[in-house]
């Protein structure tokens, strides 16, 4: 997505800047591997200075995290899933979070590169929510494994029965069953892409027709989806995962 002063241009893949032993690299590829580089020494940063005397954001940042813990807890009713879980749930939302909101900072794509923008919000990019859906579906999956054992966990999905009393045919109950796990990495991709991608179509078309108090007003409502979505990504992957942990009927 490009700025006013060049009209009014959506784009809904990334650019590919150039190419490294082949491989494409784009500008949300880029982007993604500044931000990560930032996020690690912004958490290395607050470990170093936490201290049994906690700062204000080490207050915060105890709050949030503590509260998180206990609603996992709650949610799942089972302690030590919790221990296990917290942490993907936690890195999912703080990631999410984190990558909304350094779309907001100035300039971040007014720096060009072989007549590309360098750097592009990364979840404008389809591939980076698909990324981060696969890696939900792969905990989802590999945590019903370990809770309930592969063959209790596969019972799901294949629920053999007996017709007449002889002939072993699939449920297909079990064949919806597989089908709608799979339907969850597109459900959790395409809501994160779509919810950001139009939030910023709609900044845009405000920028286009005004320069005044809209565009201001709708970049306070962005910084709230953000929020917004990356709890709802959170929240969705914590529910699959209690689904996926639950005894068969």
């Known amino acids: 997505m490009h700025g006013a002063e060049e009209g009014l241009k959506v784009s809904l893949k990334s650019d590919i800047l150039f190419n490294f032993l082949g491989f494409p690299i784009t500008n949300t590829f880029i982007t993604s591997l500044l931000l990560s580089f930032l996020l690690i020494f912004f958490v290395i940063f607050i470990i ?4 049994l005397r906690p700062s204000k954001l080490q207050l915060v940042m105890e709050f949030f995290i503590a509260g998180g813990y206990d609603f996992t807890k709650q949610s799942l009713g089972d302690e030590k899933l919790a221990k296990k879980v ?3 749930i936690a890195s999912l939302f703080f990631v999410i979070l984190f990558f909304n909101l350094t779309k907001f900072i100035p ?3 007014s720096i060009t590169f072989n007549g590309f923008h360098l750097f592009k919000p990364v979840h404008s990019d389809l591939n980076m929510t698909l ?3 696969v890696v939900s579906f792969i905990a989802i999956q590999a945590l019903g494994i370990i809770i309930l054992g592969f063959w209790k966990y596969g019972n799901k999905f294949i629920q053999p029965k ?3 009393g002889f002939l072993p045919i699939l449920n297909p109950l079990g064949i919806l069953e597989a089908v709608s796990e799979f339907a969850k990495i597109i459900s959790l991709s395409f809501r994160l892409f779509v919810n950001i991608f139009v939030g910023g179509v709609l900044i845009i078309l405000l920028q286009e027709l005004t320069h005044f108090m809209l565009p201001i007003i709708a970049m306070m409502f962005e910084v709230f989806v953000a929020f917004l979505q990356a709890g709802i990504f959170a929240l969705l992957t914590l529910f699959y995962i ?3 942990t639950l005894e068969p009927h």
């Open 162 to 164: 007996l017709l007449w």
């Open 48 to 51: 170093k200075k936490s201290d």
């Open 107 to 109: 300039g971040m794509e």
């Open 86 to 88: 917290y942490p993907l």
């Open 242 to 244: 209690k689904l996926a």
């Open 131 to 133: 990324a981060l859906a």
